[in-house]
């Protein structure tokens, strides 16, 4: 699997039969020109995790991906085709396995504002995208490959992140939604020195393809 950094929200993911790219957002450069795409899905609504203008360009050199998005993110787009899902859904995409996942809330920000719907992305039992939350795992279910893990948010306090990250026990945590930050090489080195055993912690060189090896 190979992954590469568009800034903040915004991955993209190579299975080696999919080309799946996650939340293109107005913090993240750099995508606007990739094709060859199977699916653009984004986890929630938020303009950091949806460039809308520039996802219709984006969508008009991929004419064959499938733009996936949760129902409010839906409510917010006028024009391109769309799919919404929840979680509970199990989606096949160019040979890829996505289960959408998490209990369909975006983190609290604050009491005084009102809680948005999120979709975790489980892409073949081997990454996950939890979006805005701490989206757990299905029960039952083992440690996932690698974690994109959030790093910096109004919703984010550092050792919730920590604590999450030990949680889930990922073989291998990608710091990301780390642009709000005006240094998050301090939260980076956090994760490392305080992920649990197993886990490495893997800072991606933006807009640079990187492969992620599964446990064997």
Same mark, same amino acid.
């Given at each position: 699997m190979q992954l590469t950094h568009?800034?903040?929200?915004?991955?993209?993911?190579?299975?080696?039969?999919?080309? *799946?790219?996650?939340?293109?957002?107005a913090f993240s450069t750099g995508f606007e020109s990739l094709t060859?795409?199977?699916?653009?899905?984004?986890?929630?609504?938020?303009?950091?995790?949806?460039?809308?203008?520039?996802?219709?360009?984006?969508? /008009?050199?991929?004419?064959?991906?499938r733009l996936i998005v949760d129902d409010g993110t839906a409510e917010q787009l006028d024009g391109p085709e769309y799919?919404?899902?929840?979680?509970?859904?199990v989606l096949e995409v160019a040979g890829a396995r996505i289960e959408v996942v998490g209990n369909g809330d975006h983190a609290e920000i604050h009491r005084d504002i009102?809680?948005? /719907?999120?979709?975790?992305?489980?892409?073949d039992d081997a990454l996950l995208h939890p979006g805005d939350?701490?989206?757990?795992?299905p029960e039952g279910r083992d440690p996932v490959d690698t974690l994109l893990l959030p790093t910096g948010a109004p919703w984010l306090k550092a050792g919730d992140a920590v604590?999450?990250?030990r949680a889930?026990?990922?073989?291998?945590?990608?710091?990301i939604h780390e642009a709000v930050l005006a240094n998050?090489?301090?939260?980076?080195?956090?994760?490392?020195?305080?992920?649990?055993?197993?886990?490495?912690?893997?800072? *991606?060189?933006?807009?640079?393809?990187?492969?992620? /090896?599964?446990?064997?």
């Open positions: 568009y800034g903040h929200a915004c991955v993209l993911v190579d299975t080696g039969s999919a080309r *799946l790219l996650f939340d293109p957002g060859g795409l199977d699916a653009v899905l984004v986890t929630h609504q938020h303009f950091d995790h949806l460039d809308a203008d520039r996802l219709t360009a984006l969508l /008009r050199a991929n004419p064959d991906a799919e919404t899902t929840a979680p509970g859904a009102p809680i948005i /719907r999120n979709n975790g992305y489980l892409v939350a701490y989206v757990p795992l604590d999450y990250l889930m026990t990922p073989r291998t945590a990608v710091p998050p090489a301090m939260h980076y080195g956090l994760f490392t020195n305080l992920a649990p055993k197993g886990t490495t912690v893997e800072v *991606l060189d933006r807009e640079k393809a990187t492969t992620v /090896r599964p446990l064997t």
